[in-house]
């Protein structure tokens, strides 16, 4: 039966003018990398369809193995790339890279398989690369994770967190308090709520790790709890929750918009880009003073340590050049500016290399092409890049040139309603 079902979607696919592929790449229960691979194609009622083709056991996760896994289904399939118009994996070196990867690979045999990496994996990404390289968002997240550990996996701690919560809160506070929410392993554009939860307990997590060393404990167990209650008692892990907070609250934010269904490469594209801006406008002296108030403010009322300058080190001595004192920062507010300035930096430039794509900036050309055309507004510039790119993918430049002006002679012409690329689309 799957054979015939295969045979059947085969014969749709290869009627379309065009597909794209779509693969991805995991280890299974039995320890076998499994590599999976679909198939998006339009049919002639302009509808998309996106189908699975099947799980293909490698030995190799190299770009090679997997270059000949594709084109060993397409061989099977009967399907050439020259009808390869895009190109869909995640952002590993074996899959993206630019000179040897899976993409590289089959672009060099069909220059208009655009690759495009998925939005939503490529902002966590984005994410994660920022608060792995700075290091106090990266020691917090750390120490968090072990927070939502220890609670989360032991329904007695959890039942004595949820008392001392419930002895503590008023009216007022207990609807405004949150309990301890658990972090995703794999995504970190759902972690500012976890993040915001131990912020938001931090008080009652410094009396439950007392209330539990009362207690006997597994020599492990009392380890870690001990380590955790002196890390939340630092001035630097308060520092790190509140600026991973900052961070993930914005991009968090930015996940969900790039989520939705009706989303469009040009529209995600401009959302990006005032995300960044947002990013780029928290990043000033008179932002961090208020981030600084605040974070003052928060250990104030939870009674931890003030905040001290790390220890100076010397330099190897094989580093030091001539005789002079090396810089060393006087104030630790300066020191924790530096930090925050650092982390803010990393989430820019992390989120720009992501979004910066070659194939983002082709399907934006094409949905700005249409989107002008319906409006009846000047769109020579986009079609000279289209027909430059796509070649013999249409018949002449004047045919399309003629076919878009029929296509905007379709549309209402009344300047107060513009046309978006959703209704160009559904024509």
Not at 174 to 192: L, M
Not at 199 to 227: M, S
Not at 332 to 343: C, G, I, M, Q, S
């Amino acid at each position: 039966m799957s054979v015939q079902l295969l045979r059947e979607l085969n014969k749709k696919i290869k009627k379309s003018a065009c597909y794209s592929i779509m693969a991805d790449e995991c280890t299974d229960a039995s320890n076998k990398e499994q590599f999976t691979i679909c198939m998006r194609w339009v049919d002639e009622e302009l509808q998309d369809h996106e189908d699975f083709i099947g799980l293909y056991q490698v030995d190799s996760i190299n770009s090679s193995a997997l270059t000949d896994a594709i084109k060993d289904v397409l061989i099977r399939m009967d399907l050439t790339m020259l009808k390869c118009r895009g190109q869909c994996y995640y952002g590993a070196a074996n899959m993206s890279g630019s000179r040897n990867g899976v993409a590289a690979r089959l672009l060099a045999e069909e220059n208009r398989a655009i690759y495009t990496h998925c939005y939503g994996h490529a902002l966590n990404l984005a994410v994660g690369t920022t608060l792995k390289q700075s290091k106090v968002c990266r020691d917090a997240m750390d120490v968090a994770f072990e927070v939502a550990k220890l609670i989360k996996f032991s329904p007695k701690r959890d039942s004595i967190f949820q008392k001392i919560k419930a002895d503590e809160a008023d009216e007022e506070d207990q609807i405004s308090r949150i309990g301890i929410r658990s972090f995703c392993p794999t995504r970190w554009t759902v972690r500012g709520v976890s993040v915001a939860s131990i912020l938001e307990n931090y008080n009652i997590l410094q009396r439950l790790w007392d209330e539990c060393l009362e207690g006997t404990l597994v020599p492990d167990v009392k380890g870690r709890i001990i380590g955790v209650k002196a890390q939340m008692a630092q001035f630097k892990m308060l520092f790190g929750l509140q600026l991973s907070k900052r961070i993930l609250v914005i991009t968090d934010n930015l996940s969900k918009t790039l989520q939705h269904e009706s989303m469009s490469a040009a529209e995600a594209q401009v959302i990006v880009s005032k995300t960044i801006e947002t990013l780029k406008n928290i990043r000033g002296d008179d932002m961090f003073q208020l981030f600084w108030k605040h974070t003052e403010l928060l250990r104030e009322h939870t009674g931890i340590d003030e905040p001290i300058l790390p220890r100076i080190r010397r330099a190897p001595s094989r580093y030091e050049i001539g005789d002079g004192e090396g810089f060393h920062l006087s104030l630790v507010e300066d020191h924790y500016r530096l930090l925050y300035f650092e982390a803010i930096d990393l989430a820019i430039m992390s989120i720009q290399d992501r979004f910066n794509q070659s194939g983002f900036l082709m399907y934006q050309n094409l949905e700005e092409l249409l989107i002008k055309a319906a409006n009846s507004k000047d769109y020579s510039s986009e079609m000279e890049k289209v027909v430059s790119f796509y070649g013999d993918d249409f018949e002449s430049k004047e045919q399309l040139s003629t076919q878009l002006e029929i296509f905007s002679s379709s549309f209402n012409k009344d300047s107060s309603n513009h046309v978006t690329l959703r209704e160009a689309i559904s024509y």
